[in-house]
């Protein structure tokens, strides 16, 4: 399904929890009507708190709170958190609690990262409610960007948000929780910014993300920059890039440089050598550890989200993406990760990674075929 574009937005382009906290807390401080929040991880840290208390300042003034985590990003929620925000009113669910039974579909998740205020103002990224420093436990905050969104779009991510909101209510049980779905509200126009939200969910938008990024990588003219903290992308998206590298455009690829999860680590290195020699540029972030999941193309061509470009987000997880058709916002980005490339990464290059002795090569095709392995067996099944 084609991404709805809608004019008239405000983006604010936020890097890391140092400037998305401060703004999400005051839009939840500043909340009459109701307040929608999903994360992926919620965290009992400082951050968690910080925010909690916010979304029980809230529904304390009379707003309808809704918070939805992911039943294992967030299986460490401590109890008392989640008491004290439902002794304030705060309407708390979990997607998909049974982790650890033996399911096949138990990777289906909800990665999403979204919020929003009221009608006024909405957040989508790729940040969970986590604290950055504590998280990275390698000095400087781990890496990642969101969006903060003004304007019409505020009215497709509404819907969104109440359409999963409604969905995993019944699912718990919880049908006292349920909202109205209501016509998509008439937000007026912030600022002069075409932007789209696109969702990627087992049903009707199974391949949404994907598509929005091939269909920019396919039209490219000059530059494709992608940031990804978990590279592991399937062949129909590999033969996109390397058709673009073919046709004289730049691609550059800033991925994950520290080793976070080793299994993913090692089945992305698998990638290299074919992206090398086909002109690709890879520098590996070792700044802090990499959480963004972003891209711009041709400096007109934007997006930020929660989905990486590998198995899990391309084909199994909820997800969520702000897909941006404006210059200002895609030079913005584009600064900003030539920035993090020339301060915090280090090129891979081709000659030396291409002259690697055997023995570095197989554990990363170990790492492959098991990550494959592993996606198989436990990824499919199930549309919830």
């Not at 574009?5 to 005051?26: C, K, W």
């Not at 401080?29 to 809230?58: K, N, P, Q, S």
Request: with cysteine; proline share 3%.
């Amino acid at each position: 399904m084609a991404a709805e574009f809608l004019p008239g937005n405000r983006l604010t382009l936020l890097r890391s929890g140092v400037e998305y906290f401060p703004a999400l807390e005051a839009a939840i401080v500043a909340a009459r009507r109701d307040v929608f929040l999903e994360t992926y991880i919620y965290a009992g840290d400082a951050t968690g708190r910080r925010i909690a208390r916010a979304l029980c300042e809230a529904a304390s003034r009379g707003a309808a709170v809704h918070l939805l985590v992911d039943g294992f990003g967030s299986s460490d929620l401590p109890a008392e958190l989640a008491r004290e925000l439902a002794d304030a009113g705060v309407r708390l669910l979990v997607y998909r609690p049974e982790m650890w039974r033996f399911r096949r579909d138990r990777l289906r998740r909800m990665h999403r990262k979204l919020a929003l205020v009221d009608d006024r103002v909405a957040f989508v990224g790729g940040i969970n409610i986590i604290d950055d420093v504590d998280a990275s436990r390698h000095g400087p905050p781990r890496h990642d960007y969101a969006v903060k969104v003004e304007g019409p779009l505020v009215a497709a991510i509404r819907q969104e948000a109440e359409r999963l909101w409604n969905r995993v209510a019944l699912a718990r049980m919880e049908r006292r929780w349920r909202v109205g779905l209501s016509p998509a509200p008439n937000v007026a126009r912030k600022g002069d910014q075409r932007a789209a939200l696109v969702v990627r969910d087992n049903l009707r938008h199974r391949r949404d993300i994907e598509k929005a990024y091939l269909s920019a990588i396919e039209s490219a003219k000059e530059e494709i920059i992608i940031a990804c903290a978990y590279f592991f992308p399937g062949r129909r998206f590999r033969r996109a890039l390397v058709r673009a590298a073919a046709r004289r455009v730049r691609v550059v690829l800033l991925l994950q440089g520290r080793v976070e999860y080793v299994l993913l680590h090692y089945a992305s290195h698998a990638l290299y050598g074919a992206l090398l020699e086909a002109g690709i540029e890879i520098y590996e972030y070792h700044r802090s550890l990499m959480h963004a999941k972003v891209a711009a193309i041709d400096a007109h061509w934007a997006t930020v989200g929660s989905s990486n470009i590998d198995p899990f987000s391309l084909m199994l997880a909820r997800e969520a993406n702000v897909v941006v058709e404006d210059r200002r916002f895609a030079a913005e980005l584009r600064a900003r990760l030539r920035a993090d490339i020339e301060q915090g990464a280090r090129v891979v290059a081709k000659t030396s990674w291409l002259a690697l002795p055997l023995w570095r090569r197989i554990p990363n095709w170990i790492g492959y075929g098991l990550a494959r392995f592993a996606i198989g067996v436990f990824g499919f099944g199930g549309r919830f």
